[in-house]
């Protein structure tokens, strides 16, 4: 079965730093692996997602994750935080079959100090 | 134009009222999902139409139950409404695996 484990429930920085966000998966099937961000009191917005191919993977906001296999992890960075990247994250990973549903990591929530 | 639309985005009731939330989205998408998210933001899936069928219908209480009059909408409808209803809804839409979901912007639901 798959499923995600987030590694920290609340990660601070402080404005300029770097961002690590990890993420480590479990699936029986190759992967398709998703994180999303969401705002107070909004939906989940798509930041970055893998699929095949390139293992680095660049997303919206200057995001970036990298698919690493042998490690099942695909940790989310940016090199300098900005107040405004204060949010919740989640990692998410497909379900598999024809279902392909999304299974989200219980999220991680970022703060920014000035 | 809003991708994903939920309506109402806020929802107050009584123990044991019934309730609907509806969702409609104009992506053009084939597969509509609820969410349920907790106070401590976990997000679980509910159910999941794939072109008006349903495709996953995790233990879910039967007091909840979706409807999907067309691929563009599916609602949301719970009976007998319990304190543990409490949560955000989210609605999302996705064509296949790759793209991802398209979400909702929310249903809070507070049962009093």
């Known amino acids: 079965a798959q499923s995600v484990t987030q590694l920290g429930s609340h990660v601070s920085v402080s404005e300029g730093a770097l961002v690590l966000l990890r993420c480590n998966y479990s699936?029986?099937?190759?992967?398709?692996l998703f994180w999303y961000v969401q705002y107070p009191n909004q939906g989940l917005q798509l930041l970055l997602k893998?699929?095949?191919?390139?293992?680095l993977v660049k997303g919206i906001n200057g995001f970036e994750a990298e698919f690493k296999k042998s490690e099942t992890s695909f940790h989310l960075t940016k090199p300098s935080a900005h107040m405004s990247d204060a949010a919740e994250y989640f990692c998410?990973?497909?379900?598999?079959?024809?279902?392909?549903?999304?299974?989200f990591g219980k999220g991680t929530k970022l703060s920014v100090k000035p | 134009d809003t991708a994903v639309s939920q309506t109402p985005k806020y929802l107050v009731t009584q123990m044991g009222n019934d309730k609907s939330i509806k969702c409609e989205q104009n992506l053009g998408h084939d597969t509509m999902y609820w969410y349920k998210q907790d106070s401590k933001k976990f997000l679980k899936i509910m159910f999941s139409y794939n072109n008006k069928e349903l495709i996953i219908n995790e233990t879910v209480p039967n007091r909840f139950s979706p409807k999907s009059p067309d691929k563009a909408h599916l609602n949301l409808h719970i009976n007998s409404l319990e304190l543990g209803d409490s949560a955000v809804y989210f609605c999302?839409?996705?064509?296949?695996?790759?793209?991802?979901?398209?979400f909702g912007s929310g249903t809070r639901l507070t049962v009093v």
């Open positions: 893998y699929t095949t191919g390139a293992t």
């Open positions: 699936s029986s099937v190759p992967p398709y």
């Open positions: 999302a839409s996705s064509q296949g695996l790759l793209g991802g979901y398209t």
């Open positions: 998410a990973v497909n379900r598999g079959g024809s279902q392909g549903n999304l299974i």
